[in-house]
């Protein structure tokens, strides 16, 4: 393998991990925590330091749904999925955020500007039905404040062609 730059820092990030199936999954941590996400680049890197196939890492990172191989987007609207958000109206709030940044629940924006995720109730259900951006909450949400806020932060995001995070298994 042809040692660059990119290698060899990822090579470093794992360095002191030993080659086992074990550490796998520590490795790829390590590399999602630093990047960000986990670049294509970096598989055939983590495969040769674990002594394992590029096909094995390939399936840890598709079995979590925590890794992805996109960089994230600049912002991430998570959309609490949790009862009491959908009681208190939580599907319109989705549906306002769906037709406002033109993507669907999974997907970012063209751009990578603005992504929407499925997020879990975290507690705050006083707040429902909310979103979390950036992992900051915000609700109670009427449906004038979601369409107020997704076009905030559609006037951030390119226009309306998305695509869906490939790399990113649910
Ligand atoms: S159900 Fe949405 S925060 Fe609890």
Redesign the pocket.
């Known amino acids: 393998m042809l040692e660059t730059e990119a290698t060899l820092e990822v090579k470093n990030l794992i360095a002191d991990l030993r080659p086992s199936e074990g550490n796998l999954l520590a490795a790829l941590h390590r590399l999602q925590e630093h990047y960000g996400y986990i670049p294509s680049d970096a598989i055939p890197v983590v495969a040769q330091q674990m002594k394992l196939g590029t096909a094995r890492v390939y399936g840890m990172i598709s079995f979590y749904s925590e890794f992805r191989l996109t960089p994230p987007p600049e912002t991430t609207v998570s959309w609490?999925s949790?009862?009491?958000?959908c009681l208190r109206g939580g599907d319109s709030i989705r549906r306002i955020f769906e037709a406002v940044l033109g993507i669907k629940l999974g997907e970012s924006t063209e751009d990578n500007r603005v992504g929407l995720h499925l997020g879990q109730?975290?507690?705050?259900?006083d707040?429902?039905p909310?979103v979390r951006i950036n992992g900051r909450a915000r609700g109670p949400l009427s449906a004038a404040e979601a369409v107020r806020l997704a076009r905030e932060l559609s006037s951030r995001a390119s226009p309306p062609s998305a695509r869906k995070n490939g790399g990113s298994p649910s």
């Open positions: 609490c949790g009862p009491a958000c109730c975290n507690g705050t259900c707040l429902a909310m």
